[in-house]
Structure formats: structure tokens, C-alpha cells
């Protein structure tokens, strides 16, 4: 079986959003955005790395904009952007954001997060099998 | 007479953009932006909060926060006649 190419996603976060998220209230909006497992490798020795969680964010929009998937808000904490063994971001999909994956015929999705001063940037790029007749 | 749960949720909107002094209950949030998808779950937290609702967010119909008379009808109308 071959890997078609499918489809491009892209997101930007500035880090004042993320400024502003983690000061908001009692950081409950985080919570809602950012799953245990996120949160906990977003986490570094002074605190939440800001930089790491807009990558997240931008990541995990980046990833919706590959469903097609109008009338509907991200799904959020479905959408875990997570690091491989290699160090590289990773996407791990669960619950609405799986639905959504499958309803798109998509198998397989790779992702490239980059950060410099006021922004984080990813990129969302997906594959399926192409069907041997 | 708008109930003060809607306004906390108009205030909360207009306060995120200091350039508008007002909020029409038919501007479209969404569409226009004045509400983006990082926001819409802070919007989700403030409405709740107003309200008492909770949300479940995996089963949210977007209509019901595409401006605030939609919000006002879905979240804040309950109980009235």
C-alpha cells in the first residue's frame, strides 16, 4: 500500500494569547485546551513553558483545519500534540477528533511546530493508503 | 430587559476589544472574528459561569453563540415566559 498525499493545515498563536491564558482566572480555559499529558510536558523548572504551549495550540488548530469539519469547535483535548521517543511532536487523536479524522479518510498525520519571540507557528500535513486495485 | 447574565457575557466580549464601544445583539461573533476559536473556550467558561449551565463541549451547536441574542436565547431564557 501507498501513501497519498492528502491534506495542509496551518495555525499561528502569538504568545500573549498564552500569557494571557495561563494568568486569566484560575487557569481554567488551559484545562479545557490542554489535556493532563500536554499540561504535564508543557511544564518546565519555573513554571509553564509558554513557548511549547502555543506551539500546542496552533498544532492542535492546524490538525482541525485538515477534518474539513464546518459548524463545530475544535476538539480541543481530542487533539493531543505530544513529544516521540525521538523528540518530535507527535499527534495523538481520541474521541471526536478520531470521528472527525476517519470521516476524512485520513490515516495518518505529521506535524512541524516552530517558535521564534511573539509567535508559534505549526504545520499539519495528512496521508491515507491509496486502495490497490 | 437584557438579564444580567448577558451582559456579564457582552461586557466580557466588548472588553476583549477596546476599539468597540458597543455590541449589537445580531453581530455575527464568530464569523467576524470578535470571537476565535481561543476564545470560544473562554467564552464557553464565561457563559457558564453567567449562567449556571454547563456545556458539554463535544456537543455544542455553534448557532447558539454566533451572536449574543443566540446566546441569550440558549443559555439565559430558561424558566421565563
Known amino acids: 500500500m501507498t501513501l497519498r498525499p492528502g491534506r495542509i493545515g496551518i495555525d499561528v498563536v502569538p504568545l500573549s494569547r498564552v500569557h494571557g491564558l495561563i494568568v486569566d482566572g484560575d487557569g481554567a480555559a488551559l484545562h479545557r485546551l490542554l489535556s493532563a499529558a500536554e499540561l504535564s510536558v508543557s511544564r ?19 490538525v482541525f483545519k485538515l477534518f474539513h469539519a464546518a459548524g463545530q469547535p475544535v476538539p480541543w483535548l481530542a487533539t493531543e500534540i505530544l513529544k516521540s521517543a525521538g523528540g518530535w511532536p507527535e499527534v495523538r487523536l481520541s474521541g471526536r477528533a478520531a470521528r472527525l479524522a476517519e470521516l476524512a479518510g485520513i490515516e495518518r498525520i505529521d506535524i512541524s511546530i516552530t517558535h521564534d519571540e511573539a509567535y508559534a507557528i505549526a504545520v499539519a500535513v495528512s496521508a491515507a493508503h491509496i486502495a490497490e486495485l | ?71 441569550e436565547r440558549a443559555f439565559f431564557a430558561r424558566g421565563e415566559s
Not at chain 1, 48 to 56: E, F, H, N, Q, V
Not at chain 2, 26 to 39: A, G, I, K, Q
Open chain 1, 44 to 62: 518546565t523548572p519555573d513554571g509553564l513553558d509558554p513557548s511549547g504551549i502555543a506551539g500546542r495550540l496552533a498544532a492542535k488548530e492546524a
Open chain 2, 1 to 71: 430587559m437584557a438579564s444580567a447574565g448577558i451582559e456579564k457575557v457582552r461586557d466580557w466580549i466588548l472588553g476583549r476589544h477596546p476599539e468597540r464601544t458597543e455590541l449589537a445583539e445580531d453581530v455575527r461573533l464568530l464569523d467576524s472574528r470578535l470571537v476565535d476559536s481561543l476564545s470560544f473556550v473562554e467564552l464557553v467558561y464565561v457563559i457558564e459561569d453567567a449562567s449556571g449551565a454547563e456545556i458539554d463541549f463535544d456537543s455544542i451547536d455553534l448557532e447558539d453563540f454566533q451572536t449574543v441574542a443566540a446566546i
